[in-house]
Each structure stands twice: as C-alpha cells, then as structure tokens.
C-alpha cells in the first residue's frame, strides 16, 4: 500500500498540516520544524516524485539503501541523512556519500567517521544519538555520557555537532513517550550551559510527532504518513 506519486502530494500538504497545527498548539513558530522525509524501502521513482514537490533532504536508515539510490538518482542533486545504526566497517561509504548523520552515538564511530571523511577531504554535519528510552533494543549513547562525547567529538574537525537526536519508546503511553522528548530538550539545555551549542533536536515520527513538537523538536523524521506502508508493515 505505497503511496503512488498523486497520493504523494496529498500526504505531504497533510502531514505540513498537521505539524503547522501541532506548532500552534504549542506556541511555536511553524518554520522552526523541519520534515525530513524518511525515504527507507521505497524505491527511486517514489523518491523522484518527492523531490518534483522540492524536497531535497531524504532520511535513510541502511548504507546500503544509500549506496544503491544514490547511484541510481545521481541527477536529482538529494543530501542523503543518515538516520540508522551505523556499523564502524560500513563508515567508508558514508564518507563518500552522506551529507549527514543523525546516529553518531559512540565514540569509535566518531573517530572512524573522521578518519574516512579526512581521507575524502569532507567535513559533514552530525547530531548525537541519545539513548532516552528503556527500551534494551534501542541504540544510543547513555544520557550521562553525553558531556564527555561531546568533549571528544571536539578533537574532530570533520564532524560538525548540531544537535541531538532520539527515538521515544515505542508504546501509545503519550506521558512516556514525551517524557524521552523532554529529556532529550532537557540535555540540550545542560550540555549547552557547558559552551555546547547544539541548536538541532531531531525527534519525533509519524506516530508521535506532535509530543515532540510541544517538547522543541526542530526536525521530525516522517516515513509513513509521506510515503505509505513500508512493505513489512503491510505485510
Ligand atoms: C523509519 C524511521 C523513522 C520514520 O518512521 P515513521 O514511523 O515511518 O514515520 C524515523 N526515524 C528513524 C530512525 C527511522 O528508522
């Protein structure tokens, strides 16, 4: 149950929507949340459909997906952001290919990172993944490990740090769902009493959105209310 490229269009001026309205229930400006369309298992014509509606940043959560879209939509000039587990030996073509990643969450990650992207004569941006949920399943650096990584990722000239990212737990409980949100805004604010200045919190998907817009996000990552069912979810 894709959505085809008329639908496309249909959902995104649906999902800006439904962020405009959630910005106002919170009293924020609705310029300052971003989409990143989370372009994961759909394939390239979808993805060109997207950037006729001028989208140009697309989330993906596996190299390999990168690696064989960007190839294939080399013309259409897209920032691929990295948004998954990322494997130390799968860094090379990260380097190469990424304008970002948003899952840099330990320490022999950042260093392999650098080491790539000094060899390829790049500097990208970054956000810290922090781990806010309880949940053993989820990957991210620990919250009370953030301040010393931070200090770490300094000795990196490639890596710029913007900001912050996480996944909430994954239950229909909204009270701890934005709990995760609130932490994560909260340890912007610590780290940054501490001269680190990460303006970016990327958090919130098309199931919970809006609690991370109440509690600051300034970028959600959007899947399936853009693009339809992924296949194993329809499956
Ligand atoms: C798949 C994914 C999303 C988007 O999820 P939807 O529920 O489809 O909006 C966001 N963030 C990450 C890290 C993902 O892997």
Same mark, same amino acid.
Not at 86 to 94: C, D, H, M, P
Not at 106 to 120: D, I, M, T, V
């Given at each position: 149950m894709n959505a085809d490229t008329a639908s496309l269009a249909a959902n995104w001026s649906q999902i800006r929507e439904r962020v405009d309205a959630a910005c106002h229930a919170a009293g924020r &400006?609705? =310029?300052?949340v971003n989409i990143l369309p989370v372009s994961k298992t759909f394939g390239p014509s979808l993805i060109r459909a997207a950037v006729a509606l001028g989208q140009h940043r697309f989330g993906e959560n596996k190299v390999q997906e990168i690696r064989d879209k960007s190839a294939k939509l080399a013309d259409c000039g897209i920032d691929w952001v990295m948004i998954g587990h990322l494997q130390t030996n799968k860094v090379r073509e990260v380097a190469r !290919? =990424? #304008?970002?990643?948003? #899952? !840099?969450?330990?320490s022999e990650l950042a260093e392999a990172l650098h080491r790539r992207l000094q060899a390829e004569g790049r500097a990208i941006d970054v956000l810290v993944q922090v781990k806010t949920s309880h949940e053993p399943s989820k990957y991210g650096l620990p919250p009370e490990q953030l301040p010393a990584f931070l200090d770490t990722l300094r000795?990196? &000239?490639t890596l710029r740090v913007r900001g912050l990212m996480t996944l909430a737990t994954q239950t229909t409980e909204a009270t701890e769902v934005r709990g995760c949100f609130r932490l994560l805004r909260e340890l912007r604010d610590r780290v940054g009493a501490q001269g680190h200045d990460l303006p970016r919190l990327s958090m919130g998907m098309s199931g919970d959105f809006p609690l991370a817009i109440a509690e600051g996000a300034t970028e959600i990552r959007i899947g399936t209310a853009i693009f339809g069912l992924r296949p194993y979810q329809a499956a």
């Amino acid at each position: 149950m894709n959505a085809d490229t008329a639908s496309l269009a249909a959902n995104w001026s649906q999902i800006r929507e439904r962020v405009d309205a959630a910005c106002h229930a919170a009293g924020r &400006d609705p =310029a300052s949340v971003n989409i990143l369309p989370v372009s994961k298992t759909f394939g390239p014509s979808l993805i060109r459909a997207a950037v006729a509606l001028g989208q140009h940043r697309f989330g993906e959560n596996k190299v390999q997906e990168i690696r064989d879209k960007s190839a294939k939509l080399a013309d259409c000039g897209i920032d691929w952001v990295m948004i998954g587990h990322l494997q130390t030996n799968k860094v090379r073509e990260v380097a190469r !290919l =990424a #304008s970002e990643v948003q #899952s !840099l969450d330990r320490s022999e990650l950042a260093e392999a990172l650098h080491r790539r992207l000094q060899a390829e004569g790049r500097a990208i941006d970054v956000l810290v993944q922090v781990k806010t949920s309880h949940e053993p399943s989820k990957y991210g650096l620990p919250p009370e490990q953030l301040p010393a990584f931070l200090d770490t990722l300094r000795g990196y &000239d490639t890596l710029r740090v913007r900001g912050l990212m996480t996944l909430a737990t994954q239950t229909t409980e909204a009270t701890e769902v934005r709990g995760c949100f609130r932490l994560l805004r909260e340890l912007r604010d610590r780290v940054g009493a501490q001269g680190h200045d990460l303006p970016r919190l990327s958090m919130g998907m098309s199931g919970d959105f809006p609690l991370a817009i109440a509690e600051g996000a300034t970028e959600i990552r959007i899947g399936t209310a853009i693009f339809g069912l992924r296949p194993y979810q329809a499956a």
